[in-house]
């Protein structure tokens, strides 16, 4: 099964023999010959994309594709899929914005029931408390290791280049957990050992943003490049979507639907009852040690962009810099940004050396 | 293009319409009161709103998606969207908001001049649309008031299931009606509920007539442009009031009389004397060029005979009518069946629907460039739509409320081409 950013539950589809796909948009160099057919000019990249791709046999392997609740986008696109794919399943996953577990979690968890039934009609095994719990098992050492990744990252940014680590992360979209685990576990191995990887002068950021449609690898190397360790981000973010380890005892159905309600990133596209909006990623600036913070949202994305607002008024009450800029997936040039990045850079070294 | 005027006569206005400016003016009123009368008010949204409920509790509604189509058709909107730009609301995102929250920070004057009061409460429905639920975490932002959430989930699959309904009414029981609660001072009176959702269906079976009217040929309404203000009353702050219920009823007594006399919708230029092609519009109207854009259908006797955006609040054509026995649970109904909350296959189906029942000669989008919960998807709905019902489908993009997007010449220019079209294809089934 496919599935759209940001999250779905792969444990549960692991747990019923379904091997779960993580479906990113496309690449700068996808021809666009169909899907540009099918949205406007001021829609963003990531559909229509996913529509080329569809319709070019490259999602030929899937049985059907799961459209997680984040934006109207991907959302219209599930209808979209339905009448363009009608042999394959098509499960709209409505995430709760209600976070009491008997009314959000209740509905969510009918929610995975029905898709977990759908599943098994379409001759996946039927979901078992002790396959799921295997999963959950599976699928927490597997954010373990991303966790560590992500926390040598943050101590030793030289180790870890982002353009590499992405490159894992997307990799363990499309294979079985059983083969992303030792990836994650050797990578992690050989980049700790590597005493070749030395420190340089750069500036430590934090990038926001780029939760749904990714940013192509070349803006990556490009931040990099101009100056920048990035030291946290928003990339690929069904690996660090739940925080901690889902607990394997007592129901693991419910154990999925609390990790979604309690222990969910502070998302955009997830509503903020309680906190403070942006109180998390200023704590995400604080552990990672960010000294600026890059806010990379993709062009015409609603929840990014209306968040952005929210979010630099909360950078804004530390005193961490910032900067914001756009992209698409399919951004050839990045001379803008790289000057923008360059001297943001310059200038967070120029004062963290003051 | 037409060289025969379509409109001739001059624009008067009919009782109803007198009826809903002084309901218009006497809410404005309270509101402005406010303040000083201790009233409370809730600011909500358009799809999904709960009036009955916030009645029921004696809480004023305000409808900031209103308020910002009525500063675009006051000519505010430019101003108040470049004062979002400039607080670094970007260029990308829906101009309600960005024009709402300019108009907040431009000291909150509201369509008839008068100021509004800031919300006791944030009811933040969410439903349709995704944005909603940004809007109103800016505005949290700046008025520290209490929000209160009501998740209403997506037809994904053309219906409503049990476990949506369940969902949205346990909201309304453990989070709406307990925040209204706080706010007001009030518990939850069932019974007024009930008589304002009886109501609200009485006007509903009028309102479903009124649009249904334009089945006859010629139509007596223009069921996109001057269905705006028939819904007006039922979409804001009147549905469940015995004024809604009075001002529908003397709307449809005026149009069975325009019936009666076989006469053509009321556009402000005047009377279409003339109706040369049906319509079915799909997408919200421009609206800071409003009376322009509908003067470029009416020009050419062109007429909208049935629309998606007159169903944003409700598509109550379909038979939903608020039901005073389920209280609850028909609030939820309502939230769950608004038209934005359908799934494409269904918007499809709708209008796929409607050009055949109301007899359209074709079909016409209005792609906006705010809105991502319409828009996306609309070239296909275009195409399919075409495909099913073999009628020619227009496509014409603007935006709500942003006017450096209403291109008037591009669209004018569009639209004459389109209904050129649907000359020719009339003129070769013809011969
Ligand atoms: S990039 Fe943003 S707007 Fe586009 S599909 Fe993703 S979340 Fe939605
Ligand atoms: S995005 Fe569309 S539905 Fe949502 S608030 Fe804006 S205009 Fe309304």
Redesign the pocket.
Known sequence: MGF??IYVPRELLHAQGVLPVGLMGGRPDLEIIKGDAYYQSY?????RSTIELGLNGSYDALDGLIFPA?????RN?SGMWQMLFPKVLVHYLDVPQNFDPAIGGAFYRRDLESLSQALAARGARPLTADALRQSIALYNENRRLVRELYALRRREPWKVPTHELYVVLRAALVVPVEESTPMFADYLALTSADRSRRPQDQARVLVTGS???QPPLALIKTLERAGCYIVDDDFVQVHRFIRSDIPVDGDPLQSIVNALLTDAVASP?RYIADEVKGADLNQRATDSGAEGVLFC??S?????LLDQPMAVRAVERTAIPWTAFKYAENNGQFQVIREQAGTFADSIKLWSGA | MSTTPSVTTAAQKDSSQVRQKEMIARHFDRLAAAPDSGARCAYTFVPGNLTELLLSFDVLPVLPEINALQSAMRGKTAEYIAAAEKLGHSEDVCTYVKSDIGMMKSGNIGPTGQRLPTPDLLLLSYTGCFTFMKWFELLREDYHCPVAMLHVPYQADGRITDNMRTYVVDQLKNVVIPKLEEVTGRKYDEDRLRAHLARSAQAEDDLVWVLQSAKNVPSPIDAYFGAVYYVGPIFSAFRGTADAVDYYRELRAEIAERIRQGKGPVTPDGEVERERFRIVVEGPPNWTSFRQFWKMFSDEGAVAVASTYSKVGGVYDLGFRHDPDHPLETLAEYCLGCYTNLSLPTRIDLLTRYLSEYRADGFLINSVKSC?SFSAGQLHILREVEARSGRPGGFIESDLVDPRYFSAANIKNRLESYFQMLDQKRAGAAS
């Open positions: 759209l950013p829609i963003c990249h990531l559909p984040i934006c109207d986008v991907i696109l939760f749904c449609e596209t949202a993709p015409f994305c609603d929840p990014a | 991502n």
